[in-house]
T-cell receptor
Framework: KAGVTQTPRYLIKTRGQQVTLSCSPI?????VSWYQQTPGQGLQFLFE???????NKGNFPGRFSGRQFSNSRSEMNVSTLELGDSALYLC??????????FGPGTRLLVL | GQQVMQIPQYQHVQEGEDFTTYCNSS?????IQWYKQRPGGHPVFLIQ?????EVKKQKRLTFQFGEAKKNSSLHITATQTTDVGTYFC???????????FGPGTSLSVIP
């Protein structure tokens, strides 16, 4: 099976802009979770989608949003970018109660 | 909210020495998962423990899940340079809950 794919892999934006990141889960996996990873804060949970519904949510401001499509692909959007949003954004997919498999991540730099 | 802690934050060992990292959750976990992230890479799933007191081995790696399902440990025997990376523990409170990650233990192996 193909692994989790994320696009784009690298992104440079300026403050105030918005960005959309995409994640394609492993075939058959209906759950997609998003994490933000920074050197100082580690892996922070953003949200999880399952069957097009947000099932769990982390403690991030409303500027961070996501959605999931009927084919389980997911997108996350960050509006009004801030310098502190520079991070590696990881998505992970899983089947039912199984463990998570991570994609390679999207490295976002906000200038 | 749920918090997962890990100690130590960093560990430097001579090649051939043993290494242990400890994981503690503020709440009982449904399961504990361990991941390894190489520098520049993404977290890769190592193992999942589900039962109270469970012990699993993978070659030189030994994983334990505490009796109260709130703590866990990863022990590496006779470290090798290929063991370099950051080891994360993670777990949900229930099977369908968000998976919260510890801050990780960064392992350096001196040849």
């Amino acid at each position: 099976k193909a692994g989790v794919t994320q696009t784009p892999r690298y992104l440079i934006k300026t403050r105030g802009q918005q960005v959309t990141l995409s994640c394609s889960p492993i075939s058959g996996h209906r759950s997609v979770s998003w994490y933000q990873q920074t050197p100082g804060q580690g892996l922070q949970f953003l949200f999880e989608y399952f069957s097009e519904t947000q099932r769990n949510k982390g403690n991030f401001p409303g500027r961070f949003s996501g959605r999931q499509f009927s084919n389980s692909r997911s997108e996350m959007n960050v509006s009004t970018l801030e310098l502190g949003d520079s991070a590696l954004y990881l998505c992970a997919s899983r089947a039912a109660q199984e463990t998570q498999y991570f994609g390679p991540g999207t490295r976002l730099l906000v200038l | 909210g749920q918090q997962v802690m890990q100690i130590p934050q960093y560990q430097h060992v001579q090649e051939g020495e043993d290494f242990t990292t400890y994981c503690n959750s503020s709440t009982t976990l449904s399961n504990i998962q361990w991941y390894k992230q190489r520098p520049g890479g993404h977290p890769v799933f190592l193992i999942q423990l589900v039962k109270s007191g469970e012990v699993k081995k993978q070659k030189r790696l030994t994983f334990q899940f505490g009796e109260a399902k709130k703590n866990s440990s990863l022990h590496i025997t006779a470290t090798q340079t290929t063991d370099v990376g950051t080891y994360f523990c993670a777990g949900p409170m229930t099977s369908y809950d968000k998976v919260i990650f510890g801050p990780g233990t960064s392992l350096s192996v001196i040849p």
